[in-house]
């Protein structure tokens, strides 16, 4: 849930636009079409996972995400 009328969406595209490095991770219990096919091309790459949603799932992803980034070790 974000405030007002922002949509996660809309939050991502706006935070791409202040620094393109960064990750996203988008969890939703809509569909990934139904959620991703609104945002820029690095919002449709973005990882994406379905409530209910797997806790190893989770920190799979999110490690992956900083591993990429070079914040951790592979």
Same mark, same amino acid.
């Given at each position: 849930?974000?405030?007002?009328?922002?949509?996660?969406?809309?939050? /991502?595209?706006?935070?791409?636009?202040?620094?393109?490095r960064?990750?996203?991770?988008?969890?939703? *219990?809509?569909?990934? /079409?139904?959620?991703?096919?609104?945002?820029?091309?690095?919002?449709?790459?973005?990882?994406f996972?379905?409530?209910?949603l797997e806790m190893?799932?989770?920190?799979r992803?999110?490690?992956?995400?900083? /591993?990429?980034? *070079? /914040?951790?070790?592979?």
């Open positions: 849930m974000l405030p007002g009328d922002m949509t996660g969406i809309e939050l /991502a595209n706006y935070a791409l636009t202040l620094d393109r960064i990750k996203l991770i988008f969890i939703s *219990g809509y569909s990934a /079409a139904e959620v991703l096919d609104q945002g820029d091309q690095a919002v449709r790459n973005a990882p996972l379905m409530k209910p190893e799932d989770f920190f992803i999110v490690g992956e995400q900083f /591993a990429e980034q *070079g /914040a951790i070790d592979k």
